[in-house]
Every structure is written in C-alpha cells, then in structure tokens.
C-alpha cells in the first residue's frame, strides 16, 4: 500500500491546538481577576465563557493531533496488508476544504470519516449518541466527539466529486465510517454508509468491487491532484544501489590489407 500524508497540515493543526488551549487558559485565569471588580462583573463572565469553550477546544485538538499514534497512522497500520494498487491520502487539499482520509482503489476512491471516541456509540439513520451519565460526559468534553459521522461523510463525498468534475474526472466515490478505539460499543441501526471497526477495514477495502474503466493512468493523475502541496510525504520509489557493469567493448577485426598489385 503506497502512503501520502500532507504532514504541514498535522503540524498547523498541533500548532493552533496549543494556542487556543493557552489562550483559554489565559481567559480563565483573567476571568477570576476581573471577577474582584463588582462594575466588571459580566466581563468577567463573558471572559469565563469564552475561555472556557477555547481551552476544551484546543485541548481536543492537542489530544488529536499530538498523540501517538495519531488517527491517520492507526489506519496505516490497520490496512498494511493491501497491496500497491491501493494509495491512502491523508488530510489532502480539495477545493477549499480538507479531507482527512482518503483511499484510492482499483474501483474508485473511498472516503474515510475516522472515529477515535471509546464507550457506547447508538446510531439510528443520521442520528448519533454517545451514551453515558452526566458525569462522564462532563468528563470526555475535552476528549475525542461523536459528531454526526453520517453528515460528515456524506459533506465530504460532495466535495470530492466536485473536484474531480472540476478536474474532468469520472470517478466513483463511496465512504465508510471507522471507529479506531479498541473499546467502543456500537449499535447500528439503518446505516447511511458502512460503519466499522477499525480490524475490520482491510478485509472491507478487499471487497470493495473494482472498475476496469477507472485506469491506472486515472488513478495517477488522481493521486497527483491529491498530493500536491508543501510538505508531503510521498511512498519512495526504490532504485537499486548497484552501480552499472562496466561493458567491454570487443575490436572489430582488422581486415586484412589488399595484396598489392603485382607490378
């Protein structure tokens, strides 16, 4: 399985994480020093608020962006065994917007939409629920969310075909949801696209049906147009270090010179 991953955007992502979560903390701490100033009393509680919802946001995104191993690498790992025909393109550019996970396979491209949530996971058509007492989802505020996988996955199939027709490019797209922690629960009802586990990806992928008229030159120009930008990490392609045999070259040989005429 061949990689490519735009690594810039894992390092602006670690980057904005640590400065919202400083600059919330920073808006807390204040919040408590505005807080002695009766005629400050609602700046004070506007700062807390404020504070508050930046410092959990940041901390969500250090918790996904600067721990080890992160989402994209858990699915390197998880489909490993796929051969070269298959490419996974993290966090690549399309149109405005980024798409996390992406795989390029013999029938198409398959969109990725990542999980790393624990617990028990209710779905029912679109609707998603993390179930849980108060306490604890107090406790997980700061930690990986749900969301609405099916809407995001759906969101980031629109905007992949958009740029492939963008490109004059015909492709199929399809997408699947993926839940990476070893120790979440899922009830599924009415799925809008398949929901997995995260050991249960490669041996999907492999059934995936392929598409003789999505060619191979397609399906290069297709990773091109996702793995252009700075800092991205492409699969190495392999040359041998043997230095070339020197080749001897043999005379021709020498004719031998006409006999003189007689005289």
Same mark, same amino acid.
């Given at each position: 399985?061949?990689?490519?991953?735009?690594?810039q955007?894992?390092?602006?992502?670690?980057?904005?994480?640590?400065?919202?979560?400083?600059?919330?903390?920073l808006?807390l701490?204040?919040?408590?020093?505005?807080?002695?100033?009766?005629?400050?009393?609602i700046?004070a509680?506007?700062?807390?608020?404020?504070?508050?919802v930046m410092?959990?946001?940041g901390?969500?995104?250090?918790?996904?962006?600067?721990?080890?191993?992160?989402?994209?690498?858990?699915?390197?790992?998880?489909?490993?065994g796929?051969?070269?025909?298959?490419?996974v393109?993290?966090?690549?550019?399309?149109?405005?917007?980024?798409?996390?996970?992406?795989?390029?396979?013999?029938?198409?491209?398959?969109?990725?939409?990542?999980?790393?949530?624990?617990?028990?996971?209710?779905?029912?058509?679109?609707?998603?629920?993390?179930?849980?007492?108060?306490?604890?989802?107090l406790?997980?505020f700061?930690?990986?969310?749900? #969301?609405?996988?099916?809407? +995001?996955?759906?969101?980031a199939?629109?905007?992949? $075909?958009? %740029?492939? &027709? *963008?490109?004059?490019l015909?492709?199929?797209?399809?997408g699947?949801?993926?839940?990476?922690?070893?120790?979440?629960?899922?009830?599924?009802?009415?799925?809008?696209?398949?929901?997995?586990? #995260?050991?249960?990806?490669? +041996?999907?992928?492999?059934?995936?049906?392929?598409d $003789?008229t %999505?060619? &191979? *030159?397609?399906?290069?120009?297709v990773?091109?147009?996702?793995?252009?930008?700075?800092n991205?990490?492409?699969?190495?392609v392999?040359r041998?270090?043997?230095?070339?045999?020197?080749?001897?070259?043999v005379?021709?040989?020498?004719?031998?010179?006409?006999?003189?005429a007689?005289?």
């Amino acid at each position: 399985m061949q990689i490519v991953r735009h690594a810039q955007y894992v390092k602006d992502r670690k980057r904005r994480g640590r400065w919202m979560a400083l600059l919330g903390f920073l808006l807390l701490s204040g919040s408590l020093f505005i807080a002695w100033f009766p005629e400050f009393l609602i700046v004070a509680y506007v700062s807390m608020l404020i504070g508050f919802v930046m410092f959990n946001i940041g901390m969500q995104l250090i918790g996904k962006w600067s721990r080890d191993p992160r989402n994209d690498q858990i699915l390197d790992h998880r489909l490993k065994g796929l051969g070269d025909r298959y490419t996974v393109i993290h966090y690549p550019q399309v149109g405005k917007s980024v798409i996390e996970h992406l795989l390029v396979y013999p029938g198409g491209i398959l969109v990725m939409t990542a999980k790393e949530v624990d617990g028990k996971i209710s779905q029912v058509r679109q609707s998603w629920r993390k179930k849980g007492g108060l306490f604890r989802r107090l406790f997980s505020f700061s930690g990986p969310q749900v #969301g609405n996988p099916s809407f +995001e996955t759906e969101n980031a199939i629109k905007k992949v $075909e958009a %740029f492939l &027709e *963008e490109n004059q490019l015909e492709v199929d797209v399809s997408g699947a949801v993926v839940f990476l922690h070893p120790k979440v629960e899922l009830e599924i009802t009415e799925p809008d696209f398949p929901v997995l586990h #995260g050991e249960e990806m490669e +041996e999907f992928v492999r059934d995936l049906p392929s598409d $003789e008229t %999505f060619t &191979e *030159e397609e399906r290069t120009r297709v990773i091109e147009l996702l793995s252009q930008g700075a800092n991205v990490e492409k699969p190495v392609v392999e040359r041998s270090s043997r230095r070339p045999r020197p080749v001897k070259r043999v005379a021709a040989p020498k004719t031998k010179s006409k006999a003189k005429a007689s005289a």
